[in-house]
């Protein structure tokens, strides 16, 4: 077995370890930090999970936790759609419409007032 | 300065343990739940969703070999787990000696950083690699009144 990859590495892993999983991932894939209980282990994933947004540094590929209020995002502040009691404007999650908009109980989203 | 961690998995016998104070931070008492970080989960990049605060957090550092460029220096992660609520940072340095070289110089970091190696370390693994929930206490281990001489000459 190559050092760098021991039995336990899943598929997505170039690198891993049996106590943190994934230490690096293969090309292009994204690493995401997963909590399950109190253990913590990287995995390597082909795309972000919902509620997360990917980032591609020279070094790794990451997945990062949208805003709080965003359900599902497509960088940290753009997102697509927000969580249950926001309206989604411009990218944004709003408790209230901006004037001059009202707020589609169905989209969920601020939408131009039809005369 | 010596540690002693007692670690108290939940309806499993605690265990007892030995481990190392650095000076990169201050030598003090600490306790709190058991929670592991991921060496990468320490960098700006990256954000832990755990979110309650008071915990002690156990980091099984790798060989350096295999993190060649890391995000942040030990003492740098360290403070960032304390900034995220950790109450003390437990490293687990079996894999990586260099670290103590790393974490000699004094910081004044205010939540205690302990280093764990070998049997010690491969016990508290266990207890992260059941996944049990467990309370981890970490004591200042005083040094015995006695100083350590090997031979005594009794007349």
């Known amino acids: 077995v190559h050092p760098n990859v021991s039995q336990g590495c899943q598929g997505g892993c170039a690198t891993c370890s049996d106590y943190n999983g994934c230490l690096s991932c293969k090309p292009r894939l994204f690493f995401v930090l997963e909590r399950i209980g109190m253990k913590q282990i990287g995995v390597c994933l082909s795309s972000c ?27 940290r502040n753009f997102c697509t759609k927000c969580k249950s009691g926001f309206y989604l404007h411009s990218g944004k999650c709003l408790e209230k419409c901006p004037d001059g908009l009202e707020a589609n109980n169905h989209t969920m989203e601020c939408t131009s007032v039809v005369h | 300065q010596k540690a002693i961690i007692r670690v108290i998995p939940l309806k499993v016998e605690p265990i007892v343990l030995e481990g190392e104070f650095a000076n990169v931070a ?16 320490l960098c700006n990049t990256s954000e832990d969703e755990h979110t309650e605060s008071g915990f002690i957090t156990i980091v099984k550092l ?5 993190d060649p460029n890391p995000c942040l220096s030990l003492a740098n992660k360290a403070k960032l787990a304390g900034e995220r609520g950790a109450r003390a940072i437990l490293f687990d340095i079996t894999d990586d000696e260099s670290a103590a070289d790393q974490l000699r110089k004094p910081r004044g970091l205010s939540q205690p950083v302990v280093l764990i ?10 207890v992260v690699n059941k996944n049990r929930e467990a309370h981890v206490k970490i004591e200042v281990k005083e040094p015995p009144s006695w100083p350590d001489y090997d031979v005594w000459i009794l007349l």
């Open chain 1, 49 to 75: 999970p919902s509620g997360y947004y990917g980032t591609r540094y020279p070094d790794i590929n990451k997945c990062a936790k949208c805003k709080a209020d965003c359900e599902t995002c497509f960088t």
């Open chain 2, 26 to 41: 201050e030598v003090t008492p600490a306790e709190g739940k058991l929670l592991q970080s991921h060496p990468l989960s």
């Open chain 2, 117 to 126: 190696r070998g049997h010690d370390a491969e016990l508290l693994m266990g």
């Open chain 2, 62 to 66: 790798e060989q350096p070999d295999r």
